[in-house]
């Protein structure tokens, strides 16, 4: 029986055919697929709180839609199918909707914080931080967790915390932690600077300014000034967008301070952008705006698609109220969060009323 012919040593063998994922799917399509499902959900539950609040406006929508997707997380009714998509909602979606708000606004109104104004914002930001960083250790909360708890609450929130994070060379568990408190408390302050400014019968721009200076993340203030007016709310983005400024010198400041006094070094991990980048496209588009590049049969639709991003992005927000995750990090930390938050709505509010 003759034998089957050996290939030739010297003849390349014939490379496989790759073969393509199951499906056709590419890495890019599966990860689009694993978006969409919390992305629909999202944008579907925000339009209908804010048609909800149309049509009977007894909550704002934008906190109705945050109320809503924290409600959810703590019934157990998200399936997990949902988290990527939320997950990226939360942070592509509301910095999308926080450079269209830029449309919106022109740059004679980012000038328009007069210099006890500014005054009363730099004096909240350098106390907030101080305080924090001071007692933290004192509460028995490690140095590193007090210093991004310090920045996420002094500045804005989760992309301070995420700026910081790698000069402090903290671990993924403070960081997580410190954005866990940055959404706790920033949500609760969407609620109570709404109620308070109207209970201490506060002008429209007063309550802007100090949900402006005194709220934790960008988004979290356009729902609070925006449960106010829209007068409210122009203003409070720009005390706010004043606050983010200052992040890139406290952040350079602390890595040059830490240097100095032997830190330990940064890690190998990437650094995060000093200013973050939906700050200078919401920058750019205040420019654009004031340019008069936009037509104005534009600007008009620009409004309501805003609005639903940032309502899509509030259920997200929301949903990452993870209770289990805080009660895990204990009261110290809690507690640290809370005495800021309630440094920086007193400091602010206290300042504004003084200067009158």
């Known amino acids: 029986m003759p034998r089957p012919a050996l290939p030739d040593p010297a003849t390349p063998a014939t490379p496989a055919m790759p073969v393509a994922p199951a499906g056709g799917d ?29 049509w009977v406006p007894v909550l704002p929508g934008l906190l109705l839609a945050l109320l809503l997707g924290a409600g ?24 999308t909707g926080v450079v269209l708000l830029g449309l919106q606004l022109a740059v004679g109104d980012l000038l328009d914080l007069g210099a006890r104004e500014v005054a009363v914002l730099l004096v909240t930001v350098a ?10 250790p004192r509460l028995g909360v490690g140095r590193t967790l007090s210093l991004l708890v310090a920045t996420g609450f002094s500045i804005c929130g989760a992309a301070a915390v995420a700026a910081m994070s790698p000069v402090a060379d903290a671990d993924e568990e403070d960081v997580a932690t410190a954005v866990a408190l940055v959404t706790l408390y920033g949500s609760l302050a969407i609620v109570a600077v709404p109620v308070l400014a109207g209970a201490l019968g506060l002008s429209d721009r007063t309550a802007g300014l100090w949900a402006g200076m005194a709220v934790h993340e960008v988004a979290q203030v356009v729902a609070a000034a925006g449960a106010v007016s829209a007068a409210a709310l122009s203003v409070a983005v720009v005390a706010k967008l004043a606050r983010v400024v200052l992040l890139a010198p406290l952040v350079a400041g602390v ?23 939906f700050v200078v496209g919401f920058l750019a588009a205040v420019l654009v705006r004031s340019a008069g590049l936009v037509p104005d049969v534009v600007l008009p639709a620009v409004k309501p ?52």
């Open 305 to 356: 698609v805003t609005t639903l991003l940032l309502g899509a992005a509030m259920v997200a927000l929301g949903s990452q109220i993870r209770v289990d995750r805080l009660i895990r990090t204990g009261a110290r930390p809690l507690a640290l969060g809370g005495v800021a938050t309630v440094v920086a709505l007193g400091v602010s509010l206290a300042g504004l009323l003084l200067i009158g």
């Open 255 to 277: 890595g040059v301070a830490r240097r100095r006094a032997g830190g330990p070094s940064t890690t190998g991990r990437r650094r995060a952008p000093l200013v973050p980048l």
């Open 127 to 136: 106390v907030t931080f101080a305080v924090t960083r001071w007692l933290g």
């Open 72 to 95: 959810a997380r703590a019934a157990g009714l998200l399936p997990a199918a949902l988290d990527p998509g939320l997950a990226w909602t939360g942070r592509r979606v509301l910095r």
């Open 26 to 54: 590419t890495p890019r399509g599966a990860a689009v697929r694993a978006v969409l499902p919390g992305l629909v959900t999202a944008l579907v539950v925000a339009g209908a709180c804010l048609a909800l609040t149309a």
